[in-house]
């Protein structure tokens, strides 16, 4: 087991693990760190805590120091160089005509260095413009290609629910998603409808998956026969995921059919569900096939 605590270095990233080094770190205080980037300002937080060997990164680097009123001065200072380099760098990008979009600027603390995110259709020669921005900011630069899953992380905004982003709020890595997590949920499979702020396929999705996955794994499939516990058998019409109810078509003495509406603990079926095949056309598949290509091409 290895003491660590965990460090976040912007609004819902990633938690890095760093060696507390015997200093009282608390969570919510934010301290300074050596990364691969260089010195950084992060904040804390999971305090001192004991964890596996196989879940830290050898070497864990030590905290350098909880972070001072200095400290904490130049990081405020570092965010407003970052607004004047944002825009020094949209000034360079229209002047060497490059079909690029930038996203964001950022200072590493120590000023070593200075990073821009864009966004590009293809691959960009940035050569020419990473030499004209070192001679204007003196430091090293680096030029970072995002996808859109990572643009929308970074500059955030409201999803269909009426809420913050998830991915800007509160979620750290991009889960893997995919069509038949819609398909499993009942949902309309129009692109337009199950797809998130950045064009992507909603991470919500995955959210709720495992969820529909055990509340599926309980009902019948629709067209499946099953014996109601009044005695009746019938053809499984229609089903309710999160109510747990099924609509059953009876078959009465006279050939009349009636639609009975039953909670899955009245009926008697096989629990295994055959595979449902998805009802769609040729047009709607190619389209869905396209966004789920497109869904692994996130840079970071």
Do not use: W
Request: aromatic share 8%.
């Amino acid at each position: 087991m290895v003491n660590v605590i965990g460090v976040r270095f912007r609004s819902a990233g990633k938690i890095y693990y760093f060696d507390p080094a015997d200093l009282p770190v608390e969570t919510g205080q934010h301290v300074i760190v050596e990364t691969a980037r260089g010195v950084e300002y992060g904040r804390v937080m999971t305090g001192p805590r004991q964890v596996p060997d196989e879940y830290v990164v050898s070497p864990l680097k030590p905290v350098i120091r909880i972070a001072t009123p200095e400290d904490d001065e130049i990081e405020a200072k570092n965010k407003e160089k970052e607004k004047e380099a944002f825009k020094i760098c949209l000034e360079k990008i229209a002047k060497h005509k490059l079909e690029m979009k930038l996203i964001d600027a950022e200072y590493t603390f120590d000023n070593n260095k200075v990073l821009f995110y864009f966004t590009a259709d293809g691959r960009i020669d940035f050569r020419e413009l990473v030499k004209d921005l070192a001679s204007v900011f003196k430091t090293r630069i680096e030029l970072r290609q995002i996808g859109v899953r990572d643009e929308t992380k970074i500059l955030g905004g409201m999803g269909i629910c009426g809420r913050e982003l998830c991915c800007h709020s509160f979620l750290s890595e991009f889960a893997p998603v995919s069509i038949k997590m819609a398909k499993e949920q009942n949902l309309s499979l129009n692109p337009a409808k199950i797809s998130g702020v950045c064009g992507r396929l909603m991470c919500c999705l995955k959210n709720e998956q495992e969820t529909y996955e055990y509340l599926n794994g309980r009902l019948p499939s629709i067209g499946d026969t099953v014996t109601t516990d009044d005695g009746y058998k019938g053809e499984v019409s229609d089903v309710n995921v999160l109510r747990q109810t099924v609509k059953v078509i009876i078959t009465q003495e006279n050939d009349a059919k009636e639609i009975k509406e039953y909670r899955v603990k009245q009926l008697k079926f096989k629990p295994k569900r055959r595979k449902e095949k998805m009802n769609i056309n040729d047009a709607e598949l190619k389209k869905l096939e396209a966004l789920e290509k497109k869904e692994g091409k996130s840079a970071l």
